[in-house]
């Protein structure tokens, strides 16, 4: 009898090579993974994440729902009652149609799926989130980033011509933008979402931070779509996304969301903090307390230029991204070095606001540095 246990012959790594070459799509074989850095034992201001914990009673309140949940069977398919837990919380009316995903990026997988045919195009401004033009290339669509004006702000009148030029089926619109931070006019967005043939969805990662929405108006419109995550609100570890549109848009979503896609325990932890709404909305007026507080002090420091936001995060332009990244790193601070993923963010950091003390390490490296 062979022992279980005894080691194995490998194959041939140049044989294992050579069928990944033969079989995996070249796009795919040229792309690199989304990077998560590790940041154990780290201030961590890379994320977007909700610095802050919670009560003592909402974690009480979190544990009584989660020990009464059956892992053993599946969860509800539809996630009905966290539909209508999201839907108190929102005062969302009946004819809006609720649709959940597996965190946000699940949703943005959903909507390039249900545009994917021949010749179709996926447009939005750029820089923007990357898993807009990652999700169309998967897709094998043709992504067109239309350029922002030099001072990150929207170049409506050049969306308005691409979305001429190119027809897309789909328009990704995020509101306020990441990693930009910066908040369109909402004028601006209704031209486009008038002038767009296919789908625009809105992308309101953020909304908590930016007093302004379209979620109110989304029975406005025939094609907008808005997409939201509860994970910069304080909920980032439970991934749950959800999109809300006219009932129409979401039958068709529906029908290429996998089976059983919220687990169980998300089911249960969601509505027990939503039920708290008002801890979180004291946690996002923190945020934006600091956001103020530190993109002065930044905007303060020789050479460094600090770009409005409207989200838990600031960009700033530095002298040499690459060094002041690392100074920070070695200092046990985290934040985003985003400066080689497009021109127009040469040498620019993308910074979580995090609590007083964290803003503070963050602040008192750089002045130092500085």
């Known amino acids: 009898?062979?022992?279980?246990?005894?080691?194995?012959?490998h194959a041939d790594p140049g044989e294992v090579a050579a069928r990944v070459k033969a079989t995996v799509?070249?796009?795919?074989?040229?792309?690199?993974?989304?990077?998560?850095?590790?940041?154990?034992?780290?201030i961590k201001l890379d994320a977007m994440e909700n610095p802050y914990g919670l009560?003592?009673?909402?974690?009480?309140?979190?544990?009584?729902?989660?020990?009464n949940v059956r892992i053993n069977r599946y969860p509800d398919g539809a996630g009905d009652e966290l539909k209508?837990?999201?839907?108190?919380?929102?005062?969302?009316?009946?004819?809006v149609a609720l649709l959940l995903g597996n965190g946000s990026d699940?949703?943005?997988?959903?909507?390039?799926?249900v545009v994917a045919k021949p010749g179709a195009v996926v447009l939005a401004p750029d820089p923007s989130f990357v898993l807009y033009r990652t999700n169309a290339e998967l897709a094998n669509l043709r992504f067109v980033g239309v350029p922002l004006a030099a001072d990150l702000t929207l170049d409506v009148d050049a969306m308005l011509t691409a979305i001429a030029r190119e027809r897309p089926a789909l328009v990704w619109l995020a509101y306020p933008n990441n990693p930009t931070g910066t908040l369109f006019a909402a004028e601006d967005v209704e031209r486009i979402i008038r002038a767009a043939p296919g789908i625009v969805a809105v992308d309101e990662a953020y909304y908590a931070f930016a007093d302004a929405s379209f979620l109110p108006r989304v029975l406005e419109f025939p094609n907008l779509i808005v997409v939201r995550t509860v994970s910069k609100i304080g909920m980032a570890g439970v991934r749950l996304g959800y999109a809300a549109a006219h009932p129409a848009w979401i039958a068709e979503l529906d029908k290429?969301?996998?089976?059983?896609?919220?687990?169980?325990?998300?089911?249960?932890?969601?509505?027990?903090?939503l039920a708290h709404g008002d801890l979180l909305a004291e946690q996002a007026a923190a945020i934006r307390r600091e956001r103020a507080r530190v993109a002065a002090a930044l905007a303060g420091l020789r050479r460094v230029a600090v770009f409005p936001s409207h989200a838990n995060f600031v960009l700033a332009r530095v002298p040499d991204a690459d060094?002041?990244?690392?100074?920070?790193?070695?200092?046990g601070i985290l934040v985003k070095n985003?400066?080689?993923?497009?021109?127009?963010?040469?040498?620019?950091?993308?910074?979580?606001i995090g609590t007083p003390a964290e803003n503070n390490a963050l602040l008192e490296t750089l002045g130092r540095y500085a």
């Not at 974690?59 to 989660?66: D, L, T, Y």
């Not at 209508?84 to 004819?95: G, K, T, V």
């Open 323 to 331: 060094a002041w990244f690392a100074t920070l790193k070695d200092a």
């Open 106 to 113: 699940e949703l943005l997988t959903m909507l390039t799926a």
């Open 256 to 273: 290429v969301r996998p089976p059983y896609n919220v687990n169980a325990l998300t089911q249960a932890v969601v509505p027990v903090l």
């Open 55 to 67: 009560t003592g009673e909402a974690r009480a309140a979190i544990a009584a729902a989660v020990a």
């Open 338 to 352: 985003v400066g080689g993923w497009h021109p127009l963010l040469a040498n620019c950091l993308r910074i979580t």
């Open 1 to 9: 009898m062979n022992d279980p246990r005894a080691p194995r012959p």
């Open 25 to 42: 799509r070249p796009k795919i074989r040229a792309m690199a993974a989304y990077p998560v850095a590790k940041a154990v034992g780290m």
């Open 84 to 95: 209508a837990a999201l839907r108190r919380s929102l005062a969302l009316p009946d004819d």
